[in-house]
């Protein structure tokens, strides 16, 4: 027996649902990886050849100009190597997120489903850019000396991570995005300067100290520093850590907050 | 009587302007009320007391239904109709979940499906297999069902040769087939059919019906939405009608169907003006407008072989003037059937006085379907309009077929926009089998 009433204003995910309808999930994910990767060599170019320039670039301008290269422990191509690689991820994941639920507005409006699978779907084809370019980065990492380190499995934890404040950002956005069509450019702003706010092309240490508790209350900080030490054998700074997961998992809690509030007229408003 | 398979009550919908739905404020509205609408808020205080918020907001909420009710048994195969904007696409989107009603309550006994549309989903980029599994998936099917009846669907759809083709590639024809075999192999116990015939070829539209009908047959339970009356007399049992997101109507697929051409009230066939809203200037005004059988009645269905009158009665206020009146035809899909006027009988321009002019439409001469009249009335040189009423009255031409009509023993789909009957003529010209170029 299905029961349909109306609906309160703040509304718990669905889980149950949400399980229910995992193939539809899969396979929206798969459409978008599919038609990403059709021209096979187009699409898997497009997920290495991206951070590859970014990092050539930043590693001219930050490290050797900028001079960033000498605060660094180690390598700052390797430093580099393993900031863009979670950001590269986080930021194309909020980006495709937050466009996907006007993208399939013709779902939305014609379909019932868990709405949330649509965002959720949107970072499939990140997540598979992702493992494309972590594969090609393995040979990279062995030739600059980045040995086997015990540390080393936390680096997939990292990464659920990042994948996690993917979703949390992404879904929020694609809300927004649907409600008020400015945020679509306010997306492209907004992680503009959440790059800068991240340490992806500077380490730690350049927040003075007494600050950094502030500057760990962004996810990605935590996460991309985690990831980091985790990979390259470094130590971690769990401090900053700690207050970046416990921010995530608030931001998570917004973010499908601002979903679950906009969901059930989604079909209305897009 | 079973537990109803669909039961709705007190259902409402409500929109605020801009398509919002009431009840919830948004960021963008709390921001532009706060700086534009200070007045707004000052009248909701004076206004009334807290549920005075409906009201204060009354010029820009829009029930789109309200207070709908209705009970759907096991097995019925139940046609919504109404006009544009009468609450029919809002009460599907409701019972297919994809929108939530603003008050009320429906319960649902069965697995739902519900198909606003053929081809959702659909990818351009992907195979005819990749879309066949992704639209089946959006409709809900899991992955066990949709292996289990892809073959069947393949051949439905007969596209067997091109199943690794991307569909971008696939004529429109065979784009459709293939996404409506989809939708044809859903096998829920409750479906809900938008005008998903309103698409397609006449082939297409036959092919869908036909298997709309086989699960209507097989005992399941039909939502159908539909302008196509044909259809649906032909295909449902049940009708419910809405008026103005209102049940207007409800009952056996005839009464209801009458009802929605007559309009309730005033019947469709038939118009009165009140002389404070008559069409018309100060040479004539139009008083009244209606559709009549041979013998003189208003009729709302006429019989394909018979004439059709269309009657106008008017005033003529300033005499001296050569008047002539005209009539407009439409059918169904908006096309202009034909103009005629009563130039022949204009003359001798007409004195002050009440007027009745009668136009006599041939029978077999008009298709079956919906055909709306204007009418109006004019001076020719110089080219004065005194008068016109587009769409003033409607009515229904059918075809009983009884075989002595321009069908003769043929009952399939008959396209046309005139369906004459014709002389025809075959003589034998030569007793051997020689055809001329």
């Keep these: 027996m299905v029961v349909i009433e109306p609906r309160r204003a703040w509304q718990l995910v669905d889980w149950p649902a949400l399980w229910r309808y995992r193939e539809l999930l899969a396979i929206l994910a798969y459409r978008d990886i599919s038609v990403r990767y059709k021209q096979t060599v187009l699409g898997a170019a497009w997920a290495v050849g991206q951070p590859l320039l970014q990092l050539a670039a930043f590693w001219l301008f930050f490290g050797r100009m900028g001079g960033l290269a000498d605060k660094v422990e180690g390598d700052y191509s390797l430093f580099l190597l393993a900031g863009l690689l979670p950001w590269q991820l986080f930021a194309t994941g909020v980006g495709q997120a937050a466009q996907s639920v006007v993208q399939n507005q013709n779902l939305i409006s014609k379909v019932?489903?868990?709405?949330?699978?649509?965002?959720?779907?949107?970072?499939?084809?990140?997540?598979?850019?992702?493992?494309?370019?972590?594969?090609?980065?393995?040979?990279?990492?062995?030739?600059?000396?980045?040995?086997?380190?015990?540390?080393?499995?936390l680096v997939p934890v990292f990464g659920l991570?990042?994948?996690?404040?993917?979703?949390?950002?992404?879904?929020?956005?694609?809300?927004?995005?649907?409600?008020?069509?400015?945020?679509?450019?306010?997306?492209?702003?907004?992680?503009?300067?959440?790059?800068?706010?991240s340490p992806v092309a500077y380490p730690l240490s350049v927040v003075p100290g007494g600050w950094q508790w502030v500057y760990a209350l962004n996810p990605l900080v935590g996460l991309i520093s985690g990831l980091r030490s985790a990979l390259l054998g470094q130590s971690f700074a769990w401090g900053p850590i700690l207050v970046s997961v416990v921010a995530l998992l608030v931001l998570l809690g917004v973010g499908l907050a601002c979903f679950q509030r906009v969901e059930q007229r989604l079909a209305d408003i897009v | 009587m079973d537990t109803p398979a669909i039961r709705v009550c007190d259902l409402g919908k409500s929109y605020r302007l801009g398509a919002q739905p009431a009840g919830?404020?948004?960021?963008?509205?709390?921001?532009?009320?706060?700086?534009?609408?200070?007045?707004?808020?000052?009248?909701?205080?004076?206004?009334?007391?807290g549920t005075g918020g409906e009201e204060a907001?009354?010029?820009?909420?829009?029930?789109?239904?309200?207070?709908?009710?209705?009970?759907?048994?096991?097995?019925?195969?139940?046609?919504?109709?109404?006009?544009?904007?009468?609450?029919?696409?809002?009460?599907?989107?409701?019972?297919?979940?994809?929108?939530?009603?603003?008050?009320?309550?429906?319960?649902?006994?069965g697995r739902i499906a519900s198909l606003l549309e053929v081809g959702t989903g659909f990818h351009p980029e992907l195979t005819g297999r990749e879309n066949i599994h992704?639209?089946?998936?959006?409709?809900?099917?899991?992955?066990?069902?949709?292996?289990?009846?892809?073959?069947?669907?393949?051949?439905?759809?007969?596209?067997?040769?091109?199943?690794?083709?991307?569909?971008?590639?696939?004529?429109?024809?065979?784009?459709?087939?293939?996404?409506?075999?989809?939708?044809?192999?859903?096998?829920p116990e409750i479906l809900i059919i938008d005008e998903v015939l309103a698409v397609g070829d006449a082939t297409f539209q036959k092919k869908c019906l036909g298997r709309l009908g086989e699960v209507a047959a097989g005992g399941r339970t039909v939502l159908f939405v539909s302008h196509n009356m044909q259809a649906v007399t032909r295909l449902c049992n049940r009708g419910i009608l809405l008026s103005r997101g209102r049940v207007a109507a409800e009952g056996s697929v005839e009464t209801v169907v009458r009802h929605y051409l007559?309009?309730?009230?005033?019947?469709?066939?038939?118009?009165?003006?009140?002389?404070?809203?008559?069409?018309?200037?100060?040479?004539?005004?139009?008083?009244?407008?209606?559709?009549?059988?041979?013998?003189?009645?208003?009729?709302?269905?006429?019989?394909?072989?018979?004439?059709?009158?269309?009657?106008?009665?008017?005033?003529?206020?300033?005499?001296?003037?050569v008047l002539v009146p005209n009539i407009h035809l439409y059918n169904a899909d908006g096309i202009c059937v034909f103009i005629n006027n009563g130039w022949q009988h204009a003359r001798p321009p007409r004195g002050p006085g009440r007027y009745r002019s009668v136009a006599w439409i041939p029978g077999n001469l008009l298709s079956e379907g919906t055909f709306t009249v204007g009418v109006?009335?004019?001076?020719?040189?110089?080219?004065i309009v005194h008068f016109f009423a587009p769409e003033s009255v409607a009515f229904e031409v059918v075809d009983s077929l009884d075989g002595d009509s321009a069908r003769g023993p043929y009952a399939g789909v008959f396209p046309g926009v005139v369906r004459p009957v014709l002389e025809w003529d075959t003589t034998r010209e030569s007793a051997r089998e020689a055809v001329s170029a």
């Design chain 2, 134 to 187: 992704l639209n089946g998936a959006i409709l809900g099917m899991n992955r066990r069902e949709i292996r289990s009846k892809f073959d069947q669907i393949v051949a439905f759809a007969e596209v067997e040769q091109f199943l690794d083709t991307p569909v971008k590639r696939y004529s429109s024809g065979m784009y459709m087939r293939l996404a409506f075999a989809v939708a044809a192999h859903l096998d």
């Design chain 2, 24 to 49: 919830y404020r948004t960021l963008r509205e709390s921001l532009a009320g706060a700086f534009s609408a200070p007045l707004r808020r000052f009248r909701e205080l004076a206004g009334s007391d």
């Design chain 2, 57 to 109: 907001a009354g010029t820009k909420e829009f029930w789109a239904l309200r207070d709908v009710s209705f009970e759907i048994a096991p097995g019925d195969v139940v046609g919504i109709v109404g006009r544009n904007g009468a609450g029919k696409s809002t009460l599907l989107k409701i019972l297919s979940q994809i929108t939530p009603p603003t008050t009320g309550r429906i319960e649902i006994a």
């Design chain 2, 376 to 383: 109006a009335l004019s001076t020719l040189d110089p080219i």
């Design chain 2, 262 to 321: 007559t309009d309730g009230n005033h019947s469709a066939a038939e118009r009165h003006w009140e002389p404070a809203e008559a069409p018309g200037n100060d040479v004539a005004r139009l008083l009244r407008a209606r559709v009549i059988n041979p013998s003189g009645q208003t009729s709302q269905t006429l019989d394909i072989r018979r004439p059709v009158g269309i009657e106008m009665e008017y005033e003529v206020c300033t005499g001296g003037q």
């Design chain 1, 161 to 197: 991570g990042v994948i996690v404040a993917t979703l949390a950002v992404g879904v929020g956005l694609s809300a927004l995005v649907a409600e008020f069509r400015d945020f679509r450019y306010v997306t492209n702003f907004l992680l503009q300067i959440w790059m800068f706010v």
């Design chain 1, 112 to 153: 019932y489903f868990p709405r949330l699978v649509v965002p959720m779907a949107a970072l499939g084809s990140a997540v598979v850019d992702f493992a494309v370019a972590c594969l090609v980065a393995v040979p990279w990492l062995l030739w600059r000396g980045v040995g086997w380190h015990a540390s080393q499995w």
